[in-house]
Nanobody
Framework: QVQLVESGGGLVQAGGSLRLSCAASGRTSSSYRSWFRQAPGKEREFVAVIHWSGGYTYYTDSVKGRFTISRDNAKNTVYLQMNSLKVEATAVYYC???????????????WGQGTQVTVSS
């Protein structure tokens, strides 16, 4: 079992930056960590994924060049650095752990509770 705890959300103006953290505890064979987000009234959508080795990352097109996913193995933590934030990035951001770099929520067995990101105009 693994527990995931997100932090770092908040209110920021458009064009600003935030860094989200996802701290993991417990043991798991799930070697991929992903970030998803869910805006009000919308489905949860994939944002970025990283392999625990750091050797593989992938981003949804809308955040490429602005968001960076990274990990600190010593702290068992994954980060999402979000720059040049847009109003449409407003959502609850969730961390997930899975065995494959999937874009689909159903492929992930572990989820955090989420952290709210609000981008104002």
């Amino acid at each position: 079992q693994v527990q995931l705890v997100e932090s770092g959300g908040g209110l920021v103006q458009a064009g600003g930056s935030l860094r989200l953290s996802c701290a993991a505890s417990g043991r798991t064979s799930s070697s991929y960590r992903s970030w998803f987000r869910q805006a009000p009234g919308k489905e949860r959508e994939f944002v970025a994924v990283i392999h625990w080795s750091g050797g593989y990352t992938y981003y949804t097109d809308s955040v490429k060049g602005r968001f960076t996913i990274s990990r600190d193995n010593a702290k068992n933590t994954v980060y999402l650095q979000m720059n040049s934030l847009k109003v449409e990035a407003t959502a609850v951001y969730y961390c997930a752990a899975g065995r494959a770099p999937s874009l689909h929520t159903t492929e992930y067995g572990y989820w955090g509770q989420g952290t709210q990101v609000t981008v104002s105009s």
